[in-house]
């Protein structure tokens, strides 16, 4: 599997952003992908992940309600529309799949999208 995470930027508190990761190779349907993010300093965390069948999606409390995970199966492409972005917000986003929905180590990943949110 590999996977092309693109669409961060920079941009302030109360604005929306929408990722992308457009994957190819192996892309089973009951296959999970999901979204991470990293910022300086702080460890990894799972903020979003969904299988690409839609059969669940999961996220993580703190983007409850502010993101939504979404995908295109046609174009092999997964969604983080991101409303309402904080300053805390700002990590370097990854997109990353499994064979499961695994919200720590997943077995693929792709290159990061920097987000960064002035307040």
């Known amino acids: 599997v590999q996977l092309q995470a693109s669409g961060g930027g920079l941009v302030q508190a109360g604005d929306s952003l929408r990722l992308s990761c457009v994957a190819s190779?192996?892309?089973?349907?009951?296959?999970?992908i999901g979204w991470f993010r990293q910022a300086p300093g702080k460890e990894r965390e799972f903020v979003a992940g969904i299988y690409w069948n839609g059969r669940i999606a999961l996220y993580a409390d703190s983007v409850k309600g502010r993101f939504t995970i979404s995908r295109d199966i046609a174009k092999s492409t997964l969604y983080l529309q991101m409303n309402s972005l904080k300053p805390e917000d700002t990590a370097v986003y990854h997109c990353a799949s499994d064979r499961v929905l695994n919200t720590t180590t997943p077995l693929y990943w792709g290159q990061g999208t920097q987000v960064t949110v002035s307040s």
């Open positions: 190779g192996r892309t089973f349907s009951n296959y999970a």
